[in-house]
Antibody, heavy 122, light 108 residues
Framework: EVQLLESGGGLVQPGGSLRLSCAAS????????MTWVRQAPGKGLEWVSA????????YYADSVKGRFAISRDNSKNTLYLQMNSLRAEDTAVYYC???????????????WGQGTLVTVSS | EIVMTQSPATLSVSPGERATLSCRAS??????LAWYQQKSGQAPRLLIY???TRATGIPARFSGSGSGTEFTLTISSLQSEDFAVYYC??????????FGQGTKLEIK
């Protein structure tokens, strides 16, 4: 059974940093690209960042480029999102999600974690 | 960046009736479109990928169609558990893999 469990969310002041983690199990982690998607309170889904299975390719939304860094440790089956220079508009539930296919491209997201809430406020 | 536009924003339908949700891409995305269902307080769930292929465990009353720029999600006979928010997502041109703004399906 595929399981994705996010952690690391919390309250942080504007300009601060936070690192999210996503522990994966139930599939060959290193074979799949992984994605972070966020959802601001009462709003829709926003694609944030993705990383290839090997970790060699990373992708970002313009809204977070230069501030966020995605990475993975395939030996620990864990995905990360390092968030720096946080702003109020980064407040959201952050979901990690597994890509639906074993390829170098990005596809649909077939499994999602339950999310972790990040609140940026003074 | 490809912009995904969903309509309507809110759809009111009675249980047992058919619901039709639309998604339009700002440029052609072939059939590289997915639909997700999100219930209140829960993570999204994959319903459809490749515009028309049901994901594992998804009931047959859910169907997807379309290609290019126009797509439709149809729920043939609404059950109580189907009332939720539905999102489309393109994965043809990335980054980013953009989502639509969502359609809220509510009980009439």
């Amino acid at each position: 059974e595929v399981q994705l469990l996010e952690s690391g969310g919390g309250l942080v002041q504007p300009g601060g940093s936070l690192r999210l983690s996503c522990a994966a199990s139930g599939f060959t982690f290193s074979s799949y690209a992984m994605t972070w998607v966020r959802q601001a309170p009462g709003k829709g889904l926003e694609w944030v960042s993705a990383i290839s299975g090997s970790g060699g390719n990373t992708y970002y939304a313009d809204s977070v480029k230069g501030r966020f860094a995605i990475s993975r440790d395939n030996s620990k089956n864990t995905l990360y999102l390092q968030m720096n220079s946080l702003r109020a508009e980064d407040t959201a539930v952050y979901y990690c999600a597994k890509d639906g296919r074993v390829t170098l491209d990005l596809y649909y997201l077939d499994y999602w974690g339950q999310g972790t809430l990040v609140t940026v406020s003074s | 960046e490809i912009v995904m536009t969903q309509s309507p924003a809110t759809l009111s339908v009675s249980p047992g009736e058919r619901a039709t949700l639309s998604c339009r891409a700002s440029q052609s995305i072939s059939s590289n479109l997915a639909w997700y269902q999100q219930k209140s307080g829960q993570a999204p769930r994959l319903l459809i990928y490749g515009a028309s292929t049901r994901a594992t465990g998804i009931p047959a009353r859910f169907s997807g169609s379309g290609s290019g720029t126009e797509f439709t999600l149809t729920i043939s006979s609404l059950q109580s558990e189907d009332f939720a928010v539905y999102y489309c997502q393109q994965y043809n041109n990335w980054p980013p893999c953009t989502f639509g703004q969502g359609t809220k399906l509510e009980i009439k």
